[in-house]
């Protein structure tokens, strides 16, 4: 029953910083053993998993994204947030929150907001 929703801007202008809200409803942010991640799609191309906070806290990072992103989370809202600094053209995608888990034979997105479109122009 939890449920995802992603907020934010759709349309930027170049060297700005996106900020994008995801709201989670039916569950929480630390429970155990959940990673709430931010995925993106550009168009015509494959998901690229951008980030995740742990339920515990721990962030890890893409490492091709690293150095321009940061997450966080506010539990009291149940929200967790992307930052993307420095935002090109190519950083044009569809943006989706989505819940993580593992297994043995790897990870597993259960639950998935909408998606949000952000554009990239000049």
């Known amino acids: 029953q939890v449920q995802l929703q992603e907020s934010g801007p759709g349309l930027m202008k170049p060297s700005q910083t996106l900020s994008l809200t995801c709201t989670v409803s039916g569950g929480s942010l630390t429970t155990d053993s959940y990673y709430w991640s931010w995925i993106r799609q550009p168009p015509g191309k494959g998901l690229e998993w951008i980030g995740y906070?742990?339920?515990?806290?721990?962030?890890k990072y893409n490492p091709s994204l690293k150095s321009r992103t940061s997450i966080s989370r506010d539990t009291s809202k149940s929200q967790f947030t992307l930052q993307l600094t420095s935002v090109t053209p190519e950083d044009t995608a569809v943006y989706y929150c989505?819940?993580?888990?593992?297994?043995?034979?790897?990870?597993?997105?259960?639950?998935w907001g909408q998606g949000t479109q952000v554009t990239v122009s000049s």
């Open positions: 989505a819940r993580m888990s593992f297994f043995n034979y790897g990870h597993h997105f259960d639950s």
């Open positions: 906070i742990a339920y515990g806290g721990f962030i």
